[in-house]
T-cell receptor, first 111, second 113 residues
Framework: QKEVEQNSGPLSVPEGAIASLNCTYSDRGSQSFFWYRQYSGKSPELIMFIYSNGDKEDGRFTAQLNKASQYVSLLIRDSQPSDSATYLCAVENFGNEKLTFGTGTRLTIIP | DAGVTQSPTHLIKTRGQQVTLRCSPKSGHDTVSWYQQALGQGPQFIFQYYEEEERQRGNFPDRFSGHQFPNYSSELYVNALLLGDSALYLC????????????FGPGTRLTVL
């Protein structure tokens, strides 16, 4: 079992709709969770992080964490063509001081 | 305010050679982490340098080594290159190793022939 799993996609979402990206992790000791966006040929860019159960909102982005289910998700509201990218989920374990990334989900917003 | 910079942008080497990749962290940052990203995969953590010491290491062989200088810049060394080492090498900087504010550089694309 991979430490961090994501559906590789591609995930196609109409412009203006909500895009939902999911990530599961295997280590129950995982403490902090990060979502990165990576455009083709570019480096990852941090969108947001979450470490408490529940929802965390930042503009059009909402991260959701459920530690009991070992599940973290990212919702993108009012999706725009500029949101088309690969979204990477990353997990930090307590005291581990390293990030473990999933393989990423490729998201395409259809105008 | 300069962000994270890396050099060179692209590099082509042959099997068995060695390579040196360079990274300058964002101003004010003191920690550098290195990642390897193969095509179609997520970044894999190689190691992290803080106060000129390797603080944490991922599952990479000893062929991968590094160094951090007093000005916090860092170099990644890969010896005895294999075809499988072809990847995008990313450097990320942060303050005190805090991943909440980790910024990635543009990366170095290494091709091993």
């Amino acid at each position: 079992q991979k430490e961090v799993e994501q559906n590789s996609g591609p995930l196609s979402v109409p412009e203006g709709a909500i895009a939902s990206l999911n990530c599961t992790y295997s280590d129950r000791g995982s403490q902090s969770f990060f979502w990165y966006r990576q455009y083709s040929g570019k480096s990852p860019e941090l969108i947001m992080f979450i470490y408490s159960n529940g929802d965390k909102e930042d503009g059009r982005f909402t991260a959701q964490l459920n530690k009991a289910s070992q599940y973290v998700s990212l919702l993108i509201r009012d999706s725009q063509p500029s949101d088309s990218a690969t979204y990477l989920c990353a997990v930090e374990n307590f005291g581990n001081e390293k990030l473990t990334f999933g393989t990423g989900t490729r998201l395409t917003i259809i105008p | 305010d300069a962000g994270v910079t890396q050099s060179p942008t692209h590099l082509i080497k042959t099997r068995g050679q060695q390579v040196t990749l360079r990274c300058s962290p964002k101003s004010g940052h003191d920690t550098v982490s290195w990642y390897q990203q193969a095509l179609g995969q997520g970044p894999q953590f190689i190691f992290q340098y803080y106060e000129e010491e390797e603080r944490q290491r991922g599952n990479f062989p000893d062929r991968f080594s590094g160094h951090q200088f007093p000005n916090y810049s860092s170099e990644l060394y890969v010896n005895a290159l294999l075809l499988g080492d072809s990847a995008l090498y990313l450097c990320a900087s942060s303050l005190g190793g805090d991943f909440y504010e980790q910024f990635f550089g543009p990366g170095t694309r290494l091709t091993v022939l």
